[in-house]
């Protein structure tokens, strides 16, 4: 058996050995590689494709079938920036990000706070309360749709009895908003409960006993002990919020289709009418494009500056 030079070194190691190492090493990263292959081909086909092209079109106009037809540059992304439409877009998909993702975690704090308790019923509104995880986002939608129906829905009837005028919020353009918000919220919710439940439970009674001989009041716990124990799953349901928000699309596309006056046009679903109802695909790309750039600028602003506030045990 052959050995390296200078024999002195204690850490001498045959060099068949350490070949045979390399070897090992190299079968279980080709092994790991045949593993990922088939995610990878699913990746490249209906991922990074798609993506290409995408970027490739928002430099071109197209004809009807999406054909590219003649080459602009930046011409397309001048023209949205100038499009009322575009920019309305823009505020209406942001007020919504913000109130719908919020409100979704803070309603999930609050429900996960109810039942974290080990208390005889806590199962059932458990359940209850995970349960929209299990709806789909055409069936919330329709659902909500007739709640708010104003000659049928017990929504609507209710909004009726007690006096209120426009009681067809779906005609109405801050009613349609509000409608969005809250199925988005509803169905938002199971999941981040799920998650700040297992959070809370986590939570060591000690620190609530060590309080409560100081004299702290219910808000200070919630403030000083609670919030900082869950912060790593709530900058997690943020991030995922936040981005889930941004691509919102079957609500608006069944309940209000973008309106009243273009008050729920939100920049995904813009993106959808530019492209299959008007076949301005070139224009549709770039969209999809700024999308995609303010999803990731988002993300990347609240792991610069929002995880800062995060507790990591």
Known sequence: MELHKNPDNPLLVPSTAAASTKGRTLRKTNAALWFLLP????????????MIMTAIESLFSTNVRGELAQFVGFSNYAEIFSDPL????????????????????????FLASMVSDKLRGNGFFRTAFAST?????????????????????VIGLLLKNIGVKQNNLVADP?????ILVVVSIWMGTGFSFLNLLGALQSVPDDYYAVADLAGWSSWQ?????????????????????IIGKFKTFTEIDLITGGGPDNATNFIAYKVYTDAFGNRNFGIAASEALVLTAIIAFATWFQFRFTERKVYYK
């Open 174 to 178: 801050t009613g349609a908003m509000i």
């Open 86 to 109: 575009f920019l309305k877009s823009l505020v209406n998909t942001f007020i919504f990000v913000i109130t719908a993702g919020l409100g979704t975690i803070a309603l999930a704090l």
């Open 221 to 241: 716990k919630t403030w000083k002990i609670t919030v900082p124990m869950v912060s790593p799953t709530l900058f997690f349901l943020l991030v995922v919020e």
């Open 133 to 153: 995880m299990g709806i789909s986002g055409a069936v919330a939608s329709v659902l909500f749709l007739f709640l708010f129906n104003p000659s049928v829905g």
């Open 39 to 50: 995610s990878l081909v699913i990746l490249a086909i209906f991922t990074f494709y798609p």
